[in-house]
């Protein structure tokens, strides 16, 4: 009877330990850091942990590892992060590499498609069940938080990107020369564009100008800078949704030929830039900047770069943003950026690890973390000249100390580029580049859906599609050459892909 007695009061222990245990998982609130946490609780930070983070890389490369914004991390948090910086060009195929090996790092950026293509097997932890324990990543809208995650989930945290970030701008001081007025409408447009190109709005003699130029993506096989104009003629962002069902711009054929006949008729008159075909991610703006073009597509956080680049070369040049000409029904866009891309942790690893991962998260987008992400540490980076006056310091452009805000995790705020030791009137030009821009958004309501077909051959597909289009544009090829390249498409593939894509669209 002893011995069952015994026996009884230990599993009674065990099951209030288990109890207790579960408790503090599914309900426990991260304490602040550097603060005791109670004995079992998964956010307790007493113990140190070593997290490895993988991230894109842009210009420049990432910090080294003896970082002092690391370092800083390391000590608010007791942590030993590791962040592994991967050039961009590079990132989809380490990805590729990393899942071959079953060998992910515990937390890391994952493009839309791989994020699509693994979500179902098990590989990104779960975050709705704690998302409550963590109040700035709850506060992060629902729409980017929950696009593309299975029904009920959310298995990463959204990368903020300014969905409508860029303006279309003009040389204020060629229409001045000219005696004109900023276009309000399409027609308006390329009156000021013809004139720009012809009429020597920089006045030094030479026809050596042009109305405007744009590029073509070979990502997405898209016109770049002149989204204004195709949406103007009613063209969608890719897809459209009509009568419940999604249809894709390569079969709005009437609407294609509205605007490359616009188009048509500006590269033969010289009015459209006819190095188009070759043109880069940046070659409008550096054009823009060279005065030799006097429109362009402008990141409002680049707007004093380019006012100076442009006042190097003349220095009464004066760069205005404007809002997209509308074309014939009154309709116009600005170029729209989908969030479509996550930082996602590992479900391998253990709890503590996922929760510290969190906490650090939750603390990159609170007011305080916000701040240090993005202008990095007083007295190091940055110091205090008074309430609202603040002062860069050399150790800034050293250090880089806002790369996790540029290219890690951020608030969602348009303002991510603007630094409190800049001037506030330059911020207000900023903020309303973007209120402006906020009224023109072009949604693609397909942005992240799946298809089987398009990954296996929606690329070509499309690469084909815009060789009729650049060789109708330039005149090789009639207008009427697009139904011909319209059914070419749907034919090889496209058809499936529709069906795909509303399958998808409906789940």
């Known amino acids: ?4 007695l015994l026996m009884l ?48 890389a842009f210009q420049g490369g990432g910090w080294p590892e003896d970082h002092p914004m690391i370092r800083e991390i390391n000590k608010k948090f007791n942590v030993d992060l590791k962040i592994q910086w991967v050039p961009f060009a590079n990132y989809k195929e380490k990805l590729n590499v ?17 994020f699509n293509k693994w979500k179902k097997q098990g590989l990104f932890y ?12 709850a506060k992060i809208p629902q729409g980017p938080l929950t696009v593309l995650n299975p029904k009920g989930k959310v298995l990463g945290i959204p990368y903020y990107l300014t969905e409508a970030r860029d303006s279309y701008a003009v040389r204020e001081d060629w229409l001045k020369n000219l005696g004109m007025s900023s276009p309000k409408t399409v027609d308006e447009f390329y009156e000021v564009a013809k004139a720009f190109a012809t009429k020597d709005p920089d006045g030094n003699g030479k026809q050596d100008t042009i109305g405007f130029s744009f590029y073509i993506d070979p990502t997405e096989n898209m016109l770049r800078d002149i989204e204004f104009l195709q949406a103007s003629f009613g063209l969608s962002r890719l897809w459209k949704e009509e009568g419940g069902k999604l249809v894709p711009y390569q ?39 060279g005065n030799k073009v006097g429109f362009t597509i402008l990141n409002p956080n680049d707007y004093n770069n380019t006012k100076k680049a442009v006042q190097k070369l003349v220095p ?38 996922k929760r510290r991962i969190l906490m650090i998260m939750d603390y990159f987008l609170s007011p305080e973390g ?55 009137a330059y ?51 009639p207008v009427s050459a697009i139904e011909k390249a319209s059914q070419d498409w749907l034919a090889n593939g496209g058809s499936k892909i529709i069906e795909e894509i509303n399958k998808s669209y409906k789940e």
């Open 1 to 4: 009877m002893k011995k069952k």
């Open 9 to 56: 009061c230990a599993l009674m222990l065990a099951a209030g330990s288990v109890i207790a245990c579960s408790k503090q998982e599914t309900g426990a609130t991260a304490p602040k850091a550097g603060e005791p946490a109670a004995s079992g609780n998964v956010n307790d930070i007493s113990e140190k942990l070593t997290i490895t983070w993988m991230s894109q």
């Open 98 to 114: 990393l899942a071959a090996s079953n060998e992910f790092p515990d937390v890391f950026y994952i493009l839309h498609p791989e």
């Open 126 to 137: 779960d975050i709705q069940p704690v998302l409550k324990d963590y109040p700035n990543l």
């Open 251 to 289: 079969t709005q054929v009437e609407e294609w030929k509205h605007f490359m006949t616009f188009m048509n008729k500006a590269y033969n008159e010289g009015v459209l830039d006819k190095d188009f075909a070759v043109n880069k991610v940046r070659s409008t703006i550096e054009k823009f900047e």
């Open 316 to 353: 009464t040049g004066v760069v205005t943003p404007i809002e997209p000409p509308k074309g014939p029904t009154g309709l116009t866009a600005t170029p729209t950026f989908d969030i479509l891309y996550k930082q996602v942790i590992n479900n391998k690893i253990d709890e503590k690890k």
């Open 370 to 424: 916000s701040d240090f992400i993005k202008h990095g540490i007083e007295g190091v980076h940055y110091k205090k000249i008074s309430n609202d006056k603040y002062e860069k310091l050399e150790a800034a452009d050293k250090d880089r100390q806002n790369l996790i805000n540029n290219w890690i995790l951020r608030p969602f705020d348009p303002g991510i580029q603007m630094y409190k030791w800049e001037d506030p």
């Open 427 to 477: 911020h207000k030009v900023m903020r309303d580049m973007f209120a402006m821009n906020e009224k023109f958004k072009w949604p693609n309501p397909a942005a992240g859906l799946e298809s089987e077909t398009f990954n296996r051959s929606g690329g070509n597909l499309n690469v084909k599609f815009m060789e009729t289009v650049s060789k109708i544009i330039m005149g090789r090829e």
